[in-house]
Every structure is written in structure tokens, then in C-alpha cells.
């Protein structure tokens, strides 16, 4: 086996560790809202596409609801267009939506407004989510729009059993509304992906 | 085919831990998804310098009781590039193990002049440093007498880089059986901060804790390792 130089030399990196309980919720942007929507509120630009809300949960082993969970999500915008330090200043990046929104859920319910995401790279439409809590280091995984027919071809979807995918899908419960439920451990435990190892 | 990643570790005598931990082995990120997986956050951080000095309230105002300290390190990824200009976030406990937030329940007293809550940006060469005071030890399972050791919260958010962490002290009674510290095993050392000596301003000491985030995350995109 070869070792390169930079393997060699590299740093022991800092474990991860649990959030803990007492995140403070105060130091989430926009006080802790939970709108990829409105990054710059009181103007009459809005982000292009569909306006979506989701509303979901995140629950434990006995189907409790998590308390105190800090939750990150990321995605594309409408046009399936993601915006990172090497896409910033392309023609495609929505000046009004980032994609990123993080919120601390007092009592494990969340209610996320955001633009449904487009087709990126190859991918059905989804919202990757990360997940802080109490107990465990970051968990990350990415949810799925059900009625999405783009979903067959999916690279990460056709990676897991097929019994899974249905688990990681947001359902549509009436106009631009949406529902998911997050279950980290036990029955119908949602797919977590590990974001170490690749 | 699925392929498979870390199976995690439940904390031994942690009840939130055994409620919360995935029981199934993660999956690993197929090649064709992986760039979705590194979150950007975007810098909008406006910070008040303030806001590292954890010891007062805010300027001017009294000192809180306890041990006040430096904690100073570096910010850098594992080839020891720094990771400049990130959003560091710290939370700790005051001197008797109590926090600030309304869901702490534990009864601890709680000391009027500190908040417990601060947050700095590493500067152009990945160095940060914050003032706050040593927290103390909290007893999380009185039924069978296991402590959280002292330790003090950071969550840091550069660009793509995400890691939250404790820095723990040198030599606690109770860093032995921390749940946490236990799944880490040997590797807990790279979370203890280094005491050193403080000869300016009013400090007992300080502790050095450089943070190394690791994987390809903290540079994805900014500087791409192959
Ligand atoms: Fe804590």
C-alpha cells in the first residue's frame, strides 16, 4: 500500500461531539425562523418558484418527539441551482435564496418555508438536512418529494433498499403543503448517510 | 447495492443518547451525490467583539464570579491549512455546572453577570481566542452518580466547514466516565484544551485548543483536495 505525502502528514482532526441540550436558540439567523424565503424581509424581490411549506417532526426510539434538536437544511433553487463559494457569481444563483436555513425545535416540531427545489446535477429534487441533538454527533440524510417522478432515477435513492426510499419522502398533504417525520432510531428509522468516509 | 458506513456508538449510561442513536449502519454517499452533502452557509455574520468577552455581560459591566480564562487556538483543517474568517459559537456552564437557558431545569444557581453565550470569527490565519469563566461540573445521572465533566461548548460554521464540539480540561475526575468521551476513546485527547500561563489582564490561565476539522468538508469547495 501507497501513502501519499498529505495522508502522511495529516492532523488529528477534533472529534465530533454531542449539541447537548442547551443550544442557544437565540444564535440562529432570523431569530431562529425557519423561511428560506424572506433572507431580506420588507423588499418586493422574492426567490422565483413554488413557495412550499413543510411542516415535520423529529422523533426518538419510543416515537417521542426529540426536544431541543438543532436542524440545518440545504438545497437547491428553483432551478436546481446550488449556491456555493464556486457558483456565487453565476447567472443561475437566485440573488433572493441561499438555501440554507438552520433552527433549533424546542419540542421536536419544525415548520420549514422554503422554494420547492429543481433538478440538480443529475438528481430528483431534494433537501439535504443535517441533524444536531442531544446524545449523538450530526446526523445527515436528504428528503424526497413523493409525487416526483425524477425519484426512479435518483443516484442516492438507488443506493439504498428499496424498502428505505419511501421513508426519506416528503408528503403532500394539501396545496404547497408538505409533512415528514423524522425517526433517528428504532422502527421505520429514517436513512442516515455518512458524511465522513466518502 | 448498499454500502455501509459507521455503525454509531450509543454513550454508555446516556438515556438521550439510547433514545436517539440510529440502531442501522449509516449509508455511504454514493460518488454521484456527494457534493449535495457539504452544506454552504452563507457569511453573514455580523459579530460584536464584545461578544468574546464571555466573563461580562457587557462592557463595563461586573466581572462573574469564577475562574475567568482564555481559551485561544487555531482553526485548520487535517493538512493544517487554516480555515480563515469562520463563525465560531461557544456555550458553557457557569462555575456551579447551571446554564442560562430556560430549559435547563437542574436548579444550579445561576450568577446574574454571566450569560454563557458568545461567539468570534477565526481571523485571516485560522487563529480565534474568547474569554469566558472555567464552568463547573454538573451531576446529569444523581440515581447513579455520573457527572458531566466541565466543558465547553463550540459550534463552528465556515463556508462548508461544520463541526460541533466540547473542549474539556486537563486532568477532571470526571472526564473518565463521560459518555461521550468514552466513544471517543484514545482520540479524547485531541479534545482537551492545554493550560497555559496568562501574565496579562486578569486571568487565572488560559487553555490552547486548536480545532482540526477533519474529512474533505472543511475545504470542499473552497480548496479542492483530491
Ligand atoms: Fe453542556
Same mark, same amino acid.
Given at each position: 500500500?501507497?501513502?501519499?505525502?498529505?495522508?502522511?502528514?495529516?492532523?488529528?482532526?477534533?472529534?465530533?461531539?454531542?449539541?447537548?441540550?442547551?443550544?442557544?436558540?437565540?444564535?440562529?439567523?432570523?431569530?431562529?425562523?425557519?423561511?428560506?424565503?424572506?433572507?431580506?424581509?420588507?423588499?418586493?424581490?422574492?426567490?422565483?418558484?413554488?413557495?412550499?411549506?413543510?411542516?415535520?417532526?423529529?422523533?426518538?426510539?419510543?416515537?417521542?418527539?426529540?426536544?431541543?434538536?438543532?436542524?440545518?437544511?440545504?438545497?437547491?433553487?428553483?432551478?436546481?441551482?446550488?449556491?456555493?463559494?464556486?457558483?456565487?457569481?453565476?447567472?443561475?444563483?437566485?440573488?433572493?435564496?441561499?438555501?440554507?436555513?438552520?433552527?433549533?425545535?424546542?419540542?421536536?416540531?419544525?415548520?420549514?418555508?422554503?422554494?420547492?427545489?429543481?433538478?440538480?446535477?443529475?438528481?430528483?429534487?431534494?433537501?439535504?438536512?443535517?441533524?444536531?441533538?442531544?446524545?449523538?454527533?450530526?446526523?445527515?440524510?436528504?428528503?424526497?418529494?413523493?409525487?416526483?417522478?425524477?425519484?426512479?432515477?435518483?443516484?442516492?435513492?438507488?443506493?439504498?433498499?428499496?424498502?428505505?426510499?419511501?421513508?426519506?419522502?416528503?408528503?403532500?398533504?394539501?396545496?404547497?403543503?408538505?409533512?415528514?417525520?423524522?425517526?433517528?432510531?428504532?422502527?421505520?428509522?429514517?436513512?442516515?448517510?455518512?458524511?465522513?468516509?466518502? | 447495492?448498499?454500502?455501509?458506513?459507521?455503525?454509531?456508538?450509543?454513550?454508555?449510561?446516556?438515556?438521550?443518547?439510547?433514545?436517539?442513536?440510529?440502531?442501522?449502519?449509516?449509508?455511504?454517499?454514493?460518488?454521484?451525490?456527494?457534493?449535495?452533502?457539504?452544506?454552504?452557509?452563507?457569511?453573514?455574520?455580523?459579530?460584536? %467583539? +464584545?461578544?468574546? !468577552?464571555?466573563? #461580562?455581560?457587557? &462592557?463595563?459591566?461586573?466581572?462573574? $464570579?469564577?475562574?475567568?480564562?482564555?481559551?485561544?487556538?487555531?482553526?485548520?483543517?487535517?493538512?493544517?491549512?487554516?480555515?480563515?474568517?469562520?463563525?465560531?459559537?461557544?456555550?458553557?456552564?457557569?462555575?456551579?455546572?447551571?446554564?442560562?437557558?430556560?430549559?435547563?431545569?437542574?436548579?444550579?444557581?445561576?450568577?446574574?453577570?454571566?450569560?454563557?453565550?458568545?461567539?468570534?470569527?477565526?481571523?485571516?490565519?485560522?487563529?480565534?481566542?474568547?474569554?469566558?469563566?472555567?464552568?463547573?461540573?454538573? %451531576? +446529569?445521572?444523581? !440515581?447513579?452518580? #455520573?457527572?458531566? &465533566?466541565?466543558?465547553?461548548?463550540? $459550534?463552528?460554521?465556515?463556508?462548508?466547514?461544520?463541526?460541533?464540539?466540547?473542549?474539556?480540561?486537563?486532568?477532571?475526575?470526571?472526564?473518565?466516565?463521560?459518555?461521550?468521551?468514552?466513544?471517543?476513546?484514545?482520540?479524547?485527547?485531541?479534545?482537551?484544551?492545554?493550560?497555559?500561563?496568562?501574565?496579562?489582564?486578569?486571568?487565572?490561565?488560559?487553555?490552547?485548543?486548536?480545532?482540526?476539522?477533519?474529512?474533505?468538508?472543511?475545504?470542499?469547495?473552497?480548496?479542492?483536495?483530491?
Amino acid at each position: 500500500m501507497t501513502y501519499s505525502n498529505k495522508e502522511i502528514n495529516r492532523l488529528t482532526p477534533t472529534n465530533e461531539d454531542t449539541v447537548g441540550p442547551y443550544y442557544p436558540p437565540s444564535l440562529c439567523e432570523n431569530n431562529n425562523s425557519l423561511d428560506m424565503t424572506n433572507i431580506r424581509s420588507g423588499i418586493v424581490f422574492k426567490p422565483l418558484g413554488e413557495k412550499i411549506t413543510i411542516k415535520g417532526c423529529v422523533k426518538d426510539i419510543d416515537g417521542k418527539l426529540s426536544n431541543g434538536c438543532l436542524l440545518e437544511f440545504w438545497q437547491p433553487n428553483s432551478q436546481g441551482f446550488y449556491y456555493r463559494p464556486d457558483t456565487e457569481s453565476h447567472e443561475m444563483v437566485d440573488p433572493w435564496f441561499t438555501g440554507y436555513a438552520r433552527h433549533r425545535t424546542k419540542d421536536g416540531n419544525f415548520s420549514l418555508t422554503t422554494i420547492k427545489p429543481g433538478v440538480a446535477d443529475g438528481r430528483a429534487p431534494n433537501i439535504t438536512v443535517t441533524l444536531f441533538s442531544d446524545g449523538i454527533m450530526r446526523l445527515v440524510t436528504q428528503l424526497f418529494f413523493a409525487d416526483e417522478k425524477s425519484n426512479s432515477d435518483d443516484p442516492l435513492l438507488l443506493s439504498i433498499p428499496e424498502e428505505l426510499r419511501e421513508r426519506l419522502m416528503i408528503n403532500k398533504v394539501a396545496h404547497n403543503e408538505y409533512e415528514i417525520e423524522i425517526i433517528m432510531a428504532g422502527n421505520n428509522e429514517t436513512p442516515f448517510f455518512d458524511d465522513l468516509l466518502s | 447495492m448498499t454500502k455501509y458506513g459507521r455503525q454509531l456508538g450509543i454513550g454508555p449510561t446516556d438515556n438521550t443518547s439510547n433514545e436517539r442513536t440510529p440502531r442501522n449502519k449509516l449509508n455511504l454517499i454514493p460518488e454521484a451525490a456527494r457534493t449535495s452533502f457539504v452544506p454552504y452557509a452563507p457569511r453573514a455574520h455580523s459579530i460584536n %467583539l +464584545a461578544e468574546a !468577552d464571555m466573563t #461580562r455581560i457587557a &462592557p463595563g459591566r461586573p466581572r462573574a $464570579s469564577g475562574e475567568a480564562i482564555k481559551v485561544s487556538g487555531k482553526l485548520m483543517d487535517e493538512y493544517g491549512r487554516p480555515i480563515r474568517n469562520a463563525l465560531i459559537e461557544i456555550w458553557n456552564a457557569n462555575q456551579h455546572g447551571g446554564y442560562t437557558h430556560d430549559e435547563d431545569h437542574s436548579g444550579l444557581p445561576i450568577d446574574q453577570n454571566f450569560l454563557g453565550i458568545g461567539r468570534t470569527l477565526s481571523s485571516s490565519d485560522g487563529n480565534y481566542e474568547f474569554w469566558t469563566i472555567k464552568p463547573g461540573a454538573y %451531576l +446529569a445521572r444523581p !440515581d447513579i452518580g #455520573r457527572w458531566r &465533566p466541565p466543558h465547553i461548548h463550540v $459550534s463552528i460554521i465556515g463556508g462548508s466547514s461544520r463541526l460541533i464540539s466540547q473542549m474539556y480540561f486537563p486532568n477532571d475526575p470526571h472526564n473518565a466516565k463521560d459518555p461521550m468521551r468514552i466513544l471517543m476513546g484514545d482520540s479524547f485527547e485531541a479534545n482537551i484544551g492545554k493550560k497555559y500561563i496568562v501574565t496579562d489582564g486578569d486571568f487565572d490561565c488560559g487553555y490552547n485548543f486548536d480545532i482540526i476539522i477533519g474529512g474533505k468538508n472543511p475545504t470542499f469547495f473552497e480548496n479542492n483536495i483530491t
